[in-house]
């Protein structure tokens, strides 16, 4: 294969700022919107009047409840359509003006009237309203095997303990935006959007029209981890309706202050957790029950207590999940949505229960290791965590662990901890078309998008490597509705859910030359086997033979204009699976808590992580680390918090809302495990969840095994640290 | 008077006329030029995406440094040169090497960071020769968020990008910079009007000190790293406002010896990053503070005189020029006066400034040993983080007793404060555990904190005893200064 390190196919355009981003997409006659907000936590709006707006200079319309209410109903207009409001902050209208700050002042002399109603702003005020979801994600609320209740109670030691996680903010560096107009019936929409098709889809429903008639175009993703998908709608909608109000196009761009409320959140969660264990260390029950929050127009739950039907071996393992309704924004997947919160529970349970039990962490997991899954009773497809227990605390030095609270380093006291952390590996359906010109230039397309994980670069290498052609040769284009279906980005499967589409388009065009070629009298390869052929260096060549061509010749030959083909692949059926697919990896840190003044530092990270093939191993370590980083964030500084009296976010800065900077950053070493995996095509699983889960426990346990307390709330605060033991 | 703005952008000369003179420099750079490299990824100085890096002349010099386009108004880059994203490639479109180095090592991935990391690069790469030192590399990045890299690629391309400079580009470039910012250099006054909106920009302080006199509803302007975020985020209109960044006089440091010790006196207009350059290292304590204050690009641009005139109860230079016992110059028309910084504050968003009358510096004493002298930021993050307490300490030792003894605090009352009941606990007293144990009720006397976000008021009056107590112990058990501490103090110490 090709070096598999290339640069960042978009990497020129980002440096040199001619990379440009959806909400920077230029338009005849834009208008800029801004959003009307109200204060109140819960209640009505009673009216919302903009003739004091009307006068100010340069507006141009107002849309609210009224101009949506023609919307279908759908948890997608709900917030636009109703005049119910559900959280502080929640827009009302959206104003329109010659200039954004022309629309600024209008959204500012919008007089809205509300009737305001006692509200919940905090989960703990309305826990007797819990309530069990039917589905958290794909997976069922509930689970029992086996019957972990009995377990618990015979089990020779228990360990039982609660557990916290706070709501965190993704904070995308880029604020969502989108510019859209009408074409008469037909709109266009640039939007900054982690599932173009999907926003086509909630656009085709909300306004009652044909997909065909709706382009969206999300070409370049200033980052999204979960938060540009289903809560932009509404707000977007809201641009959407002014720009056919005006018939002129509109752009409509959150601001820094509007992320922490309008686009998600990673939801607050408190667990309960028990592990049941024999003497000898073999898990003999699990108890792992989720409460969580969710908003009172939407309903959403993190897949949190479910991995931990899955991680280690044990016959009796129950799990649920609980939501309680609060009058707080509505929570989205984030970054490991589930494994970040469920294996900080899980993982640092596990910790605890090795020091109960006088067992090495490590030993401690390898001994309960699932050599199957146990939930669905089949094989995995494969699972390397041994390998990333094994090989990380070889790179770590684990075996050189000192004594709990013995280690020292000037004013730092030193502590080691290890977690496991996984997430499943799926793939959704996809569509890849490659076109070839007959000068040897390659095309390939996809409607997807890349969030900034890499796409442009995990597409453009797989159709040049399938084609043996260098990665310079070929020109991706993504993002874009009349592109040939692609999947959401989210779940790192991507690139697992593209690779065999291409792998099948290119396959098509390979065996078209080939043919072209042996049935070629012009061509050396005239008459040749073709299981014999290979594309290597822009050739085709016949591997016994020594003879080749380059391909773009054969098709220069018979006068084509070019070539093109489609594959298809997809997604994945997960009942009829012979074989469970996850991806494994373990995280060892060594912290510094500064005894006397309660600071942590995480110092280094070692994580081996097993995940199939590795296509590019510059973009892996950089994905792993990024994911390490957000998952220290979460571990140590991440928290928003909402005033219990008035519903309002507290501090919607990010002054106030901390996210590590680079001197929080430790020394990183990745271990790539590559898994040969027979179950999936190319042997591909996703990435980039993986890293973000299991360090926060490895930082809990490193706390621990530094100082002696044990916290278990995230994030980490000082005081935390300080208190008494 | 002249009515329009002219800076060179990219190299190329760009005159402005009929601006809202508080439009900030990202909004001119991407709505009206349409130079949309620069991105806006919060409009309140914080995540870095809009830095430019801007030259000025300072006094003979000419100085190159990275700023945030977000909370800066325009007409304070009169005279100036702008270099932004789009500018730093060569020509021919090569890469310049800060660029080159982020694509080899895979630092950008969605790149939304990644003009404001080139351009914080870029300002490394024009005021370093070699490499600096990682921490250095730190200092430079902190004022930068990247949500995706996790950073250590970013640091890589910093520390890589110094090896074989091409130099040509760049030195032509340099050259016509510098002709430009040396034919700009004696501009004369600004009145930028636009949107019923007013901005001045004197160049002297006499010229100063006569329009603030007559129009002392104006609102001054320094490095508008607060006065920004009044406009950007609360939507306040400045009606009237006077920059006051071209008047020579406020950005000069100067330094006497008198009889009882140097005297450092700092124009109000001074930078924090001149200020720390001034200053060169000493004394340490207050060195390390600038060190942990903001990011880089709020240090270029925010100024010292701006910091205490906001008039903040968590502004961190205050406690610090507290304890050096700074005294404020004020100027109102004529009239001078002098105020003692803690006598400046009178109590929660009031300082005693008169109508039109403003201040033109301060004046500090350096300790006569560098080690009486420590100063503590306790805040969570690393850097560019806000502190919850800040303590600074001035003592003097003679005899092992307590000769001489001031100390400021931050974040412990509605504003900087000095501790009077604790300094009078501690003067004369023998210099003794003992001493600084009874010291500690009177922190009680001194301070009634209040509980918000960032800490709760009974740990911020632990924090503040224990900084005392840190002081003491640091200073016994070793001979070298002490420096700010990283983060919060001991609740065991
Ligand atoms: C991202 C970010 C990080 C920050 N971090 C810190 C930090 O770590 N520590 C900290 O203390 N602060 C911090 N600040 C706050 C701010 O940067 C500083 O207070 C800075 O010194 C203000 O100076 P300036 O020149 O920008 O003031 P401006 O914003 O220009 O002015 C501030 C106020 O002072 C008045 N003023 C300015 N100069 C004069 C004068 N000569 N006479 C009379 N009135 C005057 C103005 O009218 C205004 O009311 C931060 C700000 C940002 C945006
Ligand atoms: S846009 Fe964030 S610092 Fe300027
Ligand atoms: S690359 Fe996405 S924020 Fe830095």
Same mark, same amino acid.
């Given at each position: 294969?090709?070096?598999?390190?290339?640069?960042?196919?978009?990497?020129?355009?980002?440096?040199?700022?001619?990379?440009?981003?959806?909400?920077?997409?230029?338009?005849?006659?834009?208008?800029?919107?801004?959003?009307?907000?109200?204060?109140?936590?819960?209640?009505?709006?009673?009216?919302?009047?903009?003739?004091?707006?009307?006068?100010?200079?340069?507006?141009?319309?107002?849309?609210?409840?009224?101009?949506?209410?023609?919307?279908?109903?759908?948890?997608?207009?709900?917030? %636009?359509?109703?005049?119910?409001?559900?959280?502080?902050?929640?827009?009302?209208?959206?104003?329109?003006?010659?200039?954004?700050?022309?629309?600024?002042?209008?959204?500012?002399? +919008?007089?809205?009237?509300?009737? @305001?109603?006692?509200?919940?702003?905090?989960?703990?005020?309305?826990?007797?309203?819990?309530?069990?979801?039917?589905?958290?994600?794909?997976?069922?609320?509930?689970?029992?095997?086996?019957?972990?209740?009995?377990?618990?109670?015979?089990?020779?030691?228990?360990?039982?303990?609660?557990?916290?996680?706070?709501?965190?903010?993704?904070?995308?560096?880029?604020?969502?935006?989108?510019?859209?107009?009408?074409?008469?019936?037909?709109?266009?929409?640039?939007?900054?959007?982690?599932?173009?098709?999907?926003?086509?889809?909630?656009?085709?429903?909300?306004?009652?029209?044909?997909? @065909?008639?709706?382009? +969206?175009?999300?070409?370049?993703?200033?980052?999204?981890?979960?938060?540009?998908?289903?809560?932009?709608?509404?707000?977007?909608?809201?641009?959407?309706?002014?720009?056919?109000?005006?018939?002129?196009?509109?752009?409509?761009?959150?601001?820094?202050?509007?992320?922490?409320?309008?686009?998600?959140?990673?939801?607050?969660?408190?667990?309960?957790?028990?592990?049941?264990?024999?003497?000898?260390?073999?898990?003999?029950?699990?108890?792992?029950?989720?409460?969580?929050?969710?908003?009172?127009?939407?309903?959403?739950?993190?897949?949190?207590?479910?991995?931990?039907?899955?991680?280690?071996?044990?016959?009796?393992?129950?799990?649920?999940?609980?939501?309680?309704?609060?009058?707080?924004?509505?929570?989205?997947?984030?970054?490991?949505?589930?494994?970040?919160?469920?294996?900080?529970?899980?993982?640092?349970?596990?910790?605890?229960?090795?020091?109960?039990?006088?067992?090495?962490?490590?030993?401690?997991?390898?001994?309960?290791?699932?050599?199957?899954?146990?939930?669905?009773?089949?094989?995995?497809?494969?699972?390397?965590?041994?390998?990333?227990?094994?090989?990380?605390?070889?790179?770590?030095?684990?075996?050189?662990?000192?004594?709990?609270?013995?280690?020292?380093?000037?004013?730092?006291?030193?502590?080691?901890?290890?977690?496991?952390?996984?997430?499943?590996?799926?793939?959704?359906?996809?569509?890849?078309?490659?076109?070839?010109?007959?000068?040897?230039?390659?095309?390939?397309?996809?409607?997807?998008?890349?969030?900034?994980?890499?796409?442009?670069?995990?597409?453009?290498?797989?159709?040049?490597?399938?084609?043996?052609?260098?990665?310079?040769?070929?020109?991706?284009?993504?993002?874009?509705?009349?592109?040939?279906?692609?999947?959401?980005?989210?779940?790192?499967?991507?690139?697992?859910?593209?690779?065999?589409?291409?792998?099948?388009?290119?396959?098509?065009?390979?065996?078209?030359?080939?043919?072209?070629?042996?049935?070629?009298?012009?061509?050396?390869?005239?008459?040749?086997?073709?299981?014999?052929?290979?594309?290597?260096?822009?050739?085709?060549?016949?591997?016994?033979?020594?003879?080749?061509?380059?391909?773009?010749?054969?098709?220069?030959?018979?006068?084509?204009?070019?070539?093109?083909?489609?594959?298809?692949?997809?997604?994945?059926?997960?009942?009829?699976?012979?074989?469970?697919?996850?991806?494994?990896?373990?995280?060892?840190?060594?912290?510094?808590?500064?005894?006397?003044?309660?600071?942590?530092?995480?110092?280094?990270?070692?994580?081996?992580?097993?995940?199939?093939?590795?296509?590019?191993?510059?973009?892996?370590?950089?994905?792993? +680390?990024?994911?390490?980083?957000?998952? %220290?964030?979460?571990?140590?500084?991440?928290?928003?918090?909402?005033?219990?009296?008035?519903?309002?976010?507290?501090?919607?800065?990010?002054?106030?809302?901390? %996210?590590?900077?680079?001197?929080?950053?430790?020394?990183?070493?990745?271990?790539?495990?590559?898994?040969?995996?027979?179950?999936?095509?190319?042997?591909?699983?996703?990435?980039?969840?993986?890293?973000?889960?299991?360090?926060?426990?490895?930082?809990?346990?490193?706390?621990?095994?530094?100082?002696?307390?044990?916290?278990?709330?995230?994030?980490?605060?000082?005081?935390?640290?300080?208190?008494?033991? | 008077?002249?009515?329009?703005?002219?800076?060179?952008?990219?190299?190329?000369?760009?005159?402005?006329?009929?601006?809202?003179?508080?439009?900030?420099?990202?909004?001119? &750079?991407?709505?009206?030029?349409?130079?949309?490299?620069?991105?806006?990824?919060?409009?309140?100085?914080?995540?870095?995406?809009?830095?430019?890096?801007?030259?000025?002349?300072?006094?003979?010099?000419?100085?190159?440094?990275?700023?945030?386009?977000?909370?800066?108004?325009?007409?304070?880059?009169?005279?100036?040169?702008?270099?932004?994203?789009?500018?730093?490639?060569?020509?021919?479109?090569?890469?310049?090497?800060?660029?080159?180095? &982020?694509?080899?090592?895979?630092?950008?991935?969605?790149?939304?960071?990644?003009?404001?990391?080139?351009?914080?690069?870029?300002?490394?790469?024009?005021?370093?020769?070699?490499?600096?030192?990682?921490?250095?590399?730190?200092?430079?990045?902190?004022?930068?968020?990247?949500?995706?890299?996790?950073?250590?690629?970013?640091?890589?391309?910093?520390?890589?990008?110094?090896?074989?400079?091409?130099?040509?580009?760049?030195?032509?470039?340099?050259?016509?910079?510098?002709?430009?910012?040396?034919?700009?250099?004696? /501009?004369?006054?600004?009145?930028?009007?636009?949107?019923?909106?007013?901005?001045?920009?004197?160049?002297?302080?006499?010229?100063?000190?006569?329009?603030?006199?007559?129009?002392?509803?104006?609102?001054?302007? #320094?490095?508008?790293?607060?006065?920004?975020?009044?406009?950007?985020?609360?939507?306040?209109?400045?009606?009237?406002?006077?920059?006051?960044?071209?008047?020579?006089?406020?950005?000069?440091?100067?330094?006497?010896?008198?009889?009882?010790?140097?005297?450092?006196?700092?124009?109000?207009?001074?930078?924090?990053?001149? #200020?720390?350059?001034?200053?060169?290292?000493?004394?340490?304590?207050?060195?390390?503070?600038?060190?942990?204050?903001?990011?880089?690009?709020?240090?270029?641009?925010?100024?010292?005189?701006?910091?205490?005139?906001?008039?903040?109860?968590?502004?961190?230079?205050?406690?610090?020029?507290?304890?050096?016992?700074?005294?404020?110059?004020?100027?109102?028309?004529?009239?001078?006066?002098?105020?003692?910084?803690?006598?400046?504050?009178?109590?929660?968003?009031?300082?005693?400034?008169?109508?039109?009358?403003?201040?033109? /510096?301060?004046?500090?004493?350096?300790?006569?040993?560098?080690?009486?002298?420590?100063?503590?930021?306790?805040?969570?993050?690393? &850097?560019?983080?806000?502190?919850?307490?800040?303590?600074?300490?001035?003592?003097?030792?003679?005899?092992?007793?307590?000769?001489?003894?001031?100390?400021?605090?931050?974040?412990?009352?509605?504003?900087?404060?000095?501790?009077?009941?604790?300094?009078?606990?501690?003067?004369?007293?023998?210099?003794?555990?003992?001493?600084?144990?009874?010291? &500690?009720?009177?922190?009680?006397?001194?301070?009634?904190?209040?509980?918000?976000?960032? #800490?709760?008021?009974?740990?911020?009056?632990?924090?503040?005893?224990?900084?005392?107590?840190?002081?003491?112990?640091?200073?016994?058990?070793?001979?070298?200064?002490?420096?700010?501490?990283?983060? #919060?103090?001991?609740?065991?110490?």
């Amino acid at each position: 294969m090709s070096d598999r390190s290339v640069p960042r196919y978009e990497a020129a355009l980002k440096v040199t700022g001619r990379a440009a981003y959806e909400g920077e997409v230029p338009a005849v006659g834009l208008l800029h919107a801004a959003l009307v907000e109200v204060p109140i936590a819960r209640g009505d709006v009673v009216a919302v009047d903009a003739s004091e707006a009307e006068r100010t200079s340069g507006f141009a319309t107002m849309v609210s409840y009224a101009d949506a209410e023609p919307l279908k109903p759908s948890p997608a207009t709900a917030l %636009i359509r109703d005049r119910a409001v559900h959280f502080a902050g929640q827009p009302v209208a959206l104003v329109v003006a010659d200039t954004l700050s022309a629309a600024r002042d209008a959204a500012r002399a +919008v007089r809205v009237t509300t009737q @305001a109603r006692p509200s919940v702003t905090h989960m703990a005020q309305a826990l007797n309203t819990a309530y069990v979801p039917a589905m958290v994600g794909r997976f069922p609320s509930v689970s029992n095997r086996g019957d972990a209740t009995a377990a618990l109670a015979d089990a020779d030691r228990v360990v039982r303990h609660r557990y916290e996680t706070a709501a965190n903010i993704h904070h995308p560096l880029e604020p969502h935006a989108v510019v859209c107009w009408w074409e008469g019936d037909k709109a266009v929409v640039h939007t900054s959007t982690q599932a173009v098709f999907g926003t086509r889809a909630m656009i085709a429903h909300a306004f009652n029209m044909p997909p @065909a008639d709706i382009r +969206v175009i999300s070409r370049l993703l200033g980052g999204g981890f979960g938060c540009k998908g289903q809560l932009w709608w509404p707000w977007m909608f809201l641009a959407m309706l002014a720009a056919k109000k005006t018939g002129r196009p509109v752009r409509l761009e959150l601001t820094r202050a509007q992320m922490f409320r309008l686009v998600g959140r990673r939801q607050e969660t408190v667990q309960d957790l028990a592990l049941g264990f024999s003497t000898n260390g073999c898990l003999t029950g699990i108890a792992h029950h989720v409460t969580a929050q969710s908003s009172t127009h939407a309903e959403y739950s993190d897949a949190t207590a479910v991995y931990t039907r899955y991680l280690y071996a044990c016959p009796n393992v129950t799990t649920s999940h609980l939501l309680v309704r609060t009058n707080e924004p509505q929570p989205v997947p984030m970054r490991a949505p589930g494994t970040a919160p469920g294996l900080f529970a899980l993982e640092s349970a596990m910790d605890e229960a090795a020091v109960r039990l006088g067992f090495d962490p490590v030993d401690l997991r390898v001994r309960n290791f699932a050599d199957h899954d146990q939930e669905a009773g089949r094989p995995w497809s494969s699972n390397s965590l041994r390998d990333c227990y094994c090989i990380g605390a070889e790179r770590f030095g684990w075996a050189r662990r000192p004594a709990q609270g013995t280690a020292v380093d000037g004013r730092w006291r030193i502590g080691w901890g290890m977690a496991s952390t996984m997430y499943p590996a799926i793939r959704q359906a996809a569509k890849v078309r490659v076109q070839l010109a007959a000068d040897g230039a390659v095309l390939v397309q996809c409607g997807t998008q890349d969030m900034g994980s890499g796409t442009y670069t995990a597409l453009g290498q797989i159709t040049a490597d399938a084609l043996g052609v260098p990665v310079d040769r070929v020109t991706v284009e993504l993002g874009d509705t009349v592109l040939p279906d692609g999947p959401f980005s989210g779940g790192s499967q991507v690139t697992a859910s593209i690779f065999p589409a291409a792998a099948a388009a290119t396959a098509k065009l390979r065996a078209t030359i080939a043919a072209m070629a042996i049935a070629d009298e012009a061509s050396p390869l005239a008459g040749q086997r073709l299981d014999d052929l290979e594309f290597r260096d822009g050739s085709i060549r016949s591997r016994s033979g020594n003879v080749g061509e380059p391909w773009a010749n054969v098709l220069a030959r018979k006068g084509t204009e070019g070539l093109e083909a489609e594959g298809e692949s997809g997604a994945t059926q997960h009942p009829d699976l012979t074989a469970t697919s996850m991806g494994y990896g373990a995280v060892f840190v060594e912290i510094g808590v500064n005894a006397g003044l309660g600071e942590i530092r995480v110092r280094r990270v070692c994580g081996a992580f097993a995940a199939g093939r590795i296509l590019n191993p510059l973009l892996a370590r950089s994905q792993y +680390v990024g994911g390490l980083v957000g998952g %220290i964030g979460m571990a140590l500084h991440e928290r928003t918090e909402t005033d219990r009296a008035t519903g309002r976010m507290l501090g919607e800065t990010l002054a106030d809302y901390l %996210i590590p900077t680079h001197a929080d950053m430790p020394e990183f070493d990745i271990a790539l495990i590559e898994e040969d995996d027979p179950h999936l095509p190319g042997s591909v699983k996703g990435i980039g969840m993986l890293g973000t889960a299991g360090i926060q426990a490895a930082i809990a346990n490193a706390v621990f095994h530094a100082v002696g307390k044990r916290v278990r709330s995230l994030p980490i605060r000082i005081e935390d640290v300080l208190g008494r033991r | 008077m002249r009515d329009n703005i002219s800076f060179l952008l990219n190299g190329r000369v760009e005159h402005v006329a009929d601006v809202c003179p508080t439009t900030t420099l990202l909004q001119w &750079l991407r709505r009206v030029k349409r130079l949309t490299g620069t991105k806006e990824g919060c409009a309140e100085g914080d995540c870095g995406a809009c830095t430019v890096v801007v030259g000025r002349v300072k006094g003979e010099a000419i100085a190159f440094e990275a700023i945030n386009a977000c909370i800066a108004f325009l007409p304070m880059f009169d005279g100036t040169t702008v270099t932004t994203v789009e500018g730093v490639a060569q020509a021919d479109g090569k890469l310049h090497p800060c660029q080159q180095s &982020l694509v080899d090592n895979h630092a950008s991935q969605c790149g939304f960071c990644t003009p404001g990391f080139t351009m914080s690069l870029y300002a490394l790469y024009r005021n370093e020769a070699t490499a600096p030192a990682v921490s250095a590399i730190e200092e430079a990045l902190a004022g930068n968020l990247c949500r995706c890299t996790g950073y250590g690629p970013i640091v890589q391309a910093a520390q890589s990008m110094f090896g074989g400079r091409p130099q040509a580009a760049d030195a032509e470039r340099r050259q016509v910079e510098v002709d430009y910012l040396a034919a700009a250099k004696h /501009g004369e006054t600004l009145c930028i009007t636009g949107e019923d909106r007013r901005m001045l920009v004197p160049r002297s302080e006499d010229e100063l000190a006569a329009l603030y006199l007559s129009r002392p509803d104006a609102t001054i302007v #320094a490095g508008a790293t607060d006065v920004g975020l009044w406009v950007t985020k609360q939507d306040r209109l400045l009606n009237t406002s006077i920059y006051i960044g071209r008047v020579e006089e406020l950005a000069r440091v100067t330094r006497s010896q008198t009889d009882l010790g140097v005297v450092i006196r700092m124009g109000a207009g001074v930078t924090h990053s001149d #200020a720390a350059r001034a200053l060169s290292g000493r004394p340490a304590a207050l060195h390390e503070l600038w060190r942990r204050f903001a990011g880089e690009q709020v240090r270029n641009i925010g100024t010292v005189g701006g910091n205490i005139a906001n008039g903040s109860p968590i502004g961190d230079l205050s406690p610090a020029l507290i304890a050096l016992g700074a005294q404020v110059l004020l100027r109102r028309g004529d009239e001078r006066r002098t105020v003692t910084l803690e006598n400046f504050f009178i109590g929660y968003g009031k300082q005693d400034l008169r109508a039109g009358e403003f201040l033109t /510096g301060i004046e500090i004493m350096l300790p006569a040993d560098s080690a009486d002298f420590s100063c503590h930021k306790v805040s969570k993050r690393m &850097l560019d983080d806000i502190s919850a307490v800040c303590g600074a300490f001035n003592i003097h030792i003679q005899e092992s007793r307590v000769a001489q003894v001031r100390i400021g605090f931050g974040g412990m009352a509605a504003v900087p404060k000095r501790a009077f009941a604790v300094e009078a606990a501690l003067l004369g007293q023998p210099w003794t555990r003992a001493t600084v144990d009874a010291a &500690l009720v009177a922190f009680e006397d001194d301070f009634s904190p209040i509980s918000d976000a960032r #800490a709760s008021a009974s740990y911020r009056m632990q924090v503040a005893k224990n900084l005392l107590v840190r002081t003491f112990v640091e200073r016994t058990r070793t001979a070298t200064p002490t420096q700010v501490t990283d983060c #919060a103090a001991s609740m065991s110490e």
